[in-house]
């Protein structure tokens, strides 16, 4: 039996962890059994300049936390090395990093994920880290408007020369 001092350490982390879990944008669990220290530093650095929260977990103070947060799903994920990478604000960036970090790396595998509050299956995953970056579908609409009213500009320029020259 652990003493007093244990147990209530790992109460501590299992309520931290459930909060984490309920007030995370989205979530991804990782096997990363087989990287290197340069590869897991690699990886570490990414998800730190996409603003990721990553941690090795310890797999029965997370089903305890996942339990109690309301996900039941990930019981059966939670053996083995596991990771948890969570985003706070983008629910993108977590599967998308991961996804592109897997790519590379055979020993390394995603194991299920979450998004506001609801489990989500690899598939989903998948589709989720294939959507652009914040920043990306910004420019993106941005380059669309502007698109949009030099269409118009050129337009009223069409018209005043018309008019112009009648």
Not at 49 to 71: D, P
Not at 75 to 81: R, T, V, W
Not at 124 to 146: C, F, H, Q, R, V
Request: one cysteine or more; glycine letters at 6%; charged letters at 30%.
């Amino acid at each position: 039996m652990p003493s007093e001092k244990v147990l209530q350490q790992k109460q501590q982390i299992v309520a931290d962890l459930s909060e984490k879990l309920k007030t995370a944008a989205a979530g991804v669990f990782v096997d990363y059994c087989g990287l290197t220290v340069e590869e897991d530093t690699e990886l570490r650095n990414k998800l730190r300049e996409a603003g990721i929260e990553y941690a090795v977990v310890k797999n029965t103070l997370t089903k305890r936390a996942a339990n109690e947060a309301g996900f039941s799903e990930f019981d059966e994920i939670l053996n083995g090395p596991t990771a948890l990478a969570l985003s706070f604000d983008d629910v993108v960036a977590p599967a998308r990093v991961l996804a592109e970090f897997a790519k590379t790396k055979d020993v390394f595998e995603i194991k299920a994920g979450f998004m506001e509050g609801r489990a989500m299956s690899l598939e989903e995953i998948d589709a989720l880290s294939k959507i652009p970056s914040k920043d990306t579908l910004y420019a993106m609409l941005a380059g669309g408007l502007n698109s949009v009213i030099a269409g118009l500009a050129r337009a009223i320029d069409a018209v005043r020369e018309q008019k112009e020259t009648a």
